[in-house]
């Protein structure tokens, strides 16, 4: 296994004015597909954040050698594009909250956290569930670049937003997968990791979709339902697009850029330059 197989990671400033806040039905009017998306952000502050800590406690045993080296420039570049991404999704949020919609899955996410801490769940574990998670993101990233239907009819800002997050978290996918690698992690925990983030996603996804769409008044409408039916099952749907990939991760020889999608990233990033700036990375002097 490589010690990285990313490359250099940019930092970037998303240009992108939230405070004028955005409709409530952003995406193509549809309120389930919003409420989703808007249920996803909602877990990113705290979910980046730990991803940043375990990532950093992780790396406490990375050995000081020159081949470790670039994994660990990677690694400090991951974190200020996750940082990132936090501060936006915590402005995003709060206007959600202006909407009349209740952020439960910070505070779920926050109290598994806590608990896992107060029983000393080592770092590999907790290392193991953030590439879990990474996977996780990384294949809804490569959806959303890849399958423009997945955000067509998006109100601009939040479309430019989600496929931002969407190029950095492809560029990083592999950042605690090969940390986890490196530091002597093996099959059966990496599964492990992945069974245990699969069902908690899920479970608090469903839980603050349903949350919101019961704030917003659509939960028992018709529409709402199938709408539901169209975003997972459609022929854009998520469960075709995404089962394939996710399985993937149980190959016990998988490596994330084995799908190696990069161009994607490069070419939203091309033609959206005036979308951001770089502020940390090679084209940033």
């Known amino acids: 296994m490589p ?12 240009l992108v004015d939230l405070s004028q806040g955005f409709p409530r039905h952003w995406l193509a009017g549809k309120p389930f597909r919003t409420q989703y998306f808007n249920a996803l952000s909602m877990s990113f502050p705290v979910g980046e954040q730990e991803f940043i800590d375990s990532v950093r406690e992780a ?65 590999m574990r907790r290392l193991a569930i953030t590439a879990a998670l990474e996977h996780y993101t990384a294949v809804m990233a490569d959806l959303t670049l890849r399958h423009p239907p997945v955000l067509a ?4 800002a939040l479309q430019t937003l989600w496929r931002w997050h969407a190029v950095e978290e492809t560029e990083h996918k592999a950042v605690a997968f090969d940390l986890f690698h490196t530091l002597g992690g093996d099959y059966r925990a990496r599964v492990r990791g992945y069974a245990f983030a699969i069902l908690h996603f899920t479970l608090m996804a469903t839980g603050q979709t349903i949350n919101n769409l019961w704030h917003d008044r659509v939960l028992f409408k018709p529409g709402t339902w199938l709408d539901a039916a169209r975003f997972f099952f459609g022929r854009y749907g998520l469960i075709w697009l995404s089962t394939g990939p996710l399985l993937a991760y149980l190959r016990r020889d998988f490596h994330p850029w ?28």
Not at 3 to 14: A, G, I
Not at 275 to 282: E, F, K, L, S
């Open 59 to 123: 790396a406490q045993s990375l050995p000081d050698s020159p081949e470790n080296a670039s994994l660990r420039a990677t690694i400090q570049d991951f974190v200020g594009q996750e940082a990132t991404h936090r501060r936006v999704h915590d402005l995003y949020n709060a206007e959600l909250e202006k909407q009349g919609l209740h952020n439960h899955w910070q505070h779920w996410a926050g109290d598994l956290i806590a608990l896992g801490r107060q029983h000393k769940v080592p770092a």
């Open 258 to 285: 084995q799908h190696d999608n990069r161009k994607l990233a490069e070419q939203w990033l091309s033609g959206n330059s005036e979308q951001y700036t770089v502020v940390r990375g090679p084209k940033a002097a």
């Open 153 to 156: 009819g998006a109100e601009p």
């Open 3 to 14: 010690v990285n197989t990313s490359t250099p990671l940019m930092v970037r400033k998303l």
